[in-house]
């Protein structure tokens, strides 16, 4: 997750190039009606459907990334694997490359009182670049479906949150308070999307953004804490 400077450009050229990667949970069930798994925790069926987690931690059933070429009319999935991006390309008049990622949780209707709820997800891999400037990104909420697609990229959201990224650490971890998104998803599906600031309005030549590894050394979760 992380600016790119121009002077940096020659040693990211082949993660920024379109078609490339920018830079560089648990258990299940299915059927009808409600299965529990651990304490406290009954997995409804239909959106929450296929996936489980253990009471205190719930991780994404689906995540991705979406890009969009304004001046080409395209818009497809990133060639990223589950990685989630929010990033900016552009070296010709043509080529002008935004990415929004996602990610989706299936909640379950949680049996205790839910105290805090905390979104954390890392970068990854991150990369040093002395000097560079910040990347400003914004974190929003939707009614999920565990389905991540094109449909996605401008789809309606809720802000929740803005947070910065640095080419200082490779290795930044951020959290955010959830808990009345989730309180309020039980039995449902709730996704975040994590998009540039600027985004879609910037138009300078170079490339930058943020990368959060779907499986890094911290992976995408859900912390939960109950009463």
Same mark, same amino acid.
């Given at each position: 997750?992380?600016?790119?400077?121009?002077?940096?450009?020659?040693?990211?050229?082949?993660?920024?190039?379109?078609?490339?990667?920018?830079?560089?949970?648990?258990?299940?069930?299915?059927?009808?009606?409600?299965?529990?798994?651990?304490?406290?925790?009954?997995?409804?069926?239909?959106?929450?459907?296929?996936?489980?987690?253990?009471?205190?931690?719930?991780?994404?059933?689906?995540?991705?990334?979406?890009?969009?070429?304004?001046?080409?009319?395209?818009?497809?999935?990133?060639?990223?694997?589950?990685?989630?991006?929010?990033?900016?390309?552009?070296?010709?008049?043509?080529?002008?490359?935004?990415?929004? &990622?996602?990610?989706?949780?299936? $909640?379950? #209707?949680?049996?205790?009182?839910?105290? @805090?709820?905390? !979104?954390? =997800? /890392?970068?990854?891999?991150?990369?040093?670049?002395?000097?560079?400037?910040?990347?400003?990104?914004?974190?929003?909420?939707?009614?999920?479906?565990?389905?991540?697609?094109?449909?996605?990229?401008?789809?309606?959201?809720?802000?929740?949150?803005?947070?910065?990224?640095?080419?200082?650490?490779?290795?930044?971890?951020?959290?955010?308070?959830?808990?009345?998104?989730?309180?309020?998803?039980?039995?449902?599906?709730?996704?975040?999307?994590?998009?540039?600031?600027?985004?879609?309005?910037?138009?300078?030549? &170079?490339?930058?953004?943020?990368? $959060?590894? #779907?499986?890094?050394?911290?992976?995408? @979760?859900?912390? !939960?804490? =109950? /009463?």
């Amino acid at each position: 997750m992380k600016p790119v400077a121009l002077l940096a450009l020659a040693v990211v050229a082949t993660a920024l190039l379109p078609g490339a990667m920018f830079l560089p949970p648990r258990g299940g069930f299915s059927g009808g009606g409600f299965v529990t798994i651990g304490p406290g925790v009954a997995f409804p069926s239909g959106c929450g459907a296929g996936a489980s987690a253990p009471a205190s931690v719930l991780h994404p059933a689906v995540t991705g990334t979406i890009r969009d070429f304004p001046e080409m009319g395209v818009r497809d999935q990133a060639p990223v694997g589950e990685d989630i991006q929010s990033s900016y390309f552009r070296t010709t008049e043509t080529n002008r490359e935004f990415r929004r &990622g996602f990610m989706e949780f299936a $909640i379950p #209707r949680l049996q205790g009182k839910i105290q @805090h709820a905390t !979104l954390v =997800f /890392a970068e990854g891999p991150g990369a040093v670049v002395p000097g560079a400037p910040d990347v400003d990104n914004e974190l929003s909420w939707y009614r999920a479906d565990l389905k991540v697609g094109v449909e996605d990229y401008d789809r309606p959201t809720l802000f929740l949150a803005g947070f910065k990224d640095d080419l200082q650490d490779p290795n930044n971890v951020w959290s955010f308070d959830v808990t009345s998104e989730v309180r309020g998803m039980q039995g449902g599906c709730l996704g975040f999307r994590v998009k540039l600031v600027l985004d879609p309005g910037h138009t300078a030549y &170079g490339g930058f953004g943020t990368s $959060i590894g #779907r499986y890094s050394w911290i992976q995408p @979760h859900i912390q !939960l804490d =109950f /009463a």
